[in-house]
C-alpha cells in the first residue's frame, strides 16, 4: 500500500534540489535563477500529473498529512483577532476542542474547531482530535453564547471521530453528541462548518449540523474510517484503500451526494504546501456563504438547517 511520503518523494526530492541551488547562489553570489526556474516548472509538471489521478486512498492519506494545517492554524491566518476560551463550566476543559471569539472581515463570530496537535506531545494532549464529552459540552457552551449575542458560528471539522474510549462512554459521549447536534439545529443565528481534514463519524457530525457544510478539496467526509469499514466488511483492515472507494468519502462524492454545499479549492499539490493561500480561500468562502445566510431571519435560519438535513439521503426514481 503506497503511502502519500511515497508519492510526494520526487516533489520533495526537485524542492531540496531548488533548495539547495537557492543557498548556493546566496553563498556564492552566483545567478542560477534559469536552473531554479527549469527544477520549478518540472516540479509543477509532476505535481499536476500526480493530482490529477488521485484515488480515494489517496485523498485520505492527503487528509491525515501530518503537516497539513490544523485548526488553530486556519484561526490564525483567516481572523484579524481570535480570543480562545476554555473549559464546559462543569468543571472540564477537553484540549481536542478549540473555541472561542473571533472577527473575520467585519463579522465578529463564534469560532469551534477540533485540534489534532502537530508533534506526538500535543497530540497526547489533544488526544489526536477525537473529543470527549466535555469537549461536545464545551462547544455547546459556546453555540449557546453565539444565541444569546446573535453570533454566527464557525466550526472547522478536522476528527477521525469522536473518542471511543471506556471513560468517555461511561460520561455519556453518545448523549454529548446528540446534544451538540440538537443545539446546533435548535440556533437562530447563520452557521456553517467547514470539514478542513478528517471529517469523521459522530465526532465530526456534532459540530457540523450547520445552515451550510463546505468541505477542502483533499478532505474526506465518512460514517467510518476506511481501516474500519474494511475490517467489518471485508475481515481485512489492509483492504482500506477498496473500502475508501466504497464509501464515497472524497468531497466531490459528498456534493453529489448532497451531504455538502460546497468544495472550497486547495492549492497545487494540497494545503500543507500553501496554508496561507488554502486559509483565504476558506475565508472567502465562508464570508460569502455569511453575506448569503445574514438576509434570512432567524426562523428561516432554522427551518432552512432542519429541511437541508431532512433531504440528505432523499431520491427519486425516473419511471
Given amino acids: 500500500m503506497m503511502t502519500i511520503f511515497e508519492i510526494e518523494k520526487p516533489i520533495n526530492e526537485l524542492e531540496s534540489a531548488i533548495a539547495e541551488l537557492r ?17 520549478e516548472a518540472q516540479r509543477e509538471r509532476l505535481l499536476r500529473q500526480i493530482f490529477e489521478h488521485l484515488s480515494a486512498w489517496d485523498k485520505v492519506l492527503l487528509a491525515r498529512h501530518p503537516k497539513r494545517p490544523y485548526a488553530l492554524d486556519y484561526i490564525r491566518l483567516m481572523c ?13 476543559d477537553d484540549p481536542a476542542i478549540v473555541a472561542g471569539l473571533g472577527k473575520m472581515g467585519g ?8 485540534q489534532k496537535g502537530r508533534d506526538l506531545k500535543e497530540r497526547q494532549q489533544r488526544n489526536f482530535g477525537m473529543a470527549k464529552p466535555e469537549g461536545y459540552r464545551k462547544a455547546m457552551r459556546m453555540f449557546r453564547l453565539a444565541e444569546k449575542f446573535r453570533l454566527p458560528v464557525l466550526t472547522l471539522v478536522d476528527t477521525p471521530a469522536a473518542d471511543p474510549g471506556v471513560e468517555s462512554e461511561s460520561r455519556g459521549i453518545s448523549e454529548s453528541i446528540a446534544q451538540s447536534m440538537l443545539t446546533l439545529f435548535e440556533l437562530t443565528v447563520p452557521t456553517i462548518a467547514v470539514i478542513i481534514g478528517e ?27 476506511p481501516e474500519g469499514c474494511a475490517a467489518i466488511l471485508y475481515r481485512d483492515p489492509n483492504k482500506a484503500p477498496q473500502a475508501a472507494e466504497a464509501l464515497k468519502l472524497t468531497a466531490d462524492r459528498a456534493l453529489e451526494l ?3 454545499d460546497g468544495i472550497i479549492p486547495e492549492p497545487l499539490g494540497a494545503a500543507h504546501r500553501d496554508p496561507q493561500t488554502t486559509a483565504l480561500s476558506i475565508r472567502a468562502a465562508v464570508l460569502q456563504q455569511l453575506e448569503t ?7 428561516e435560519l432554522r427551518e432552512q438547517r432542519y429541511q437541508r438535513f431532512r433531504n440528505i439521503g432523499v431520491f427519486q426514481t425516473a419511471q
Avoid at 108 to 113: H, Q, T, Y
Fill in 23 to 39: 543557498q548556493l547562489a546566496l553563498e556564492k553570489g552566483l545567478d542560477r535563477s534559469r536552473e531554479i526556474a527549469e527544477l
Fill in 258 to 260: 448532497g451531504l455538502i
Fill in 107 to 114: 463579522y465578529k463570530l463564534v469560532i469551534v474547531g477540533q
Fill in 293 to 299: 445566510l445574514s438576509q434570512l431571519s432567524p426562523e
Fill in 80 to 92: 484579524e483577532s481570535f480570543m480562545e476560551l476554555h473549559g464546559d463550566r462543569l468543571g472540564f
Fill in 199 to 225: 471529517g469523521g463519524s459522530g465526532g465530526a457530525i456534532a459540530l457540523a449540523a450547520t445552515n451550510r457544510v463546505l468541505m477542502l478539496e483533499y478532505a474526506i467526509y465518512s460514517v467510518i474510517p
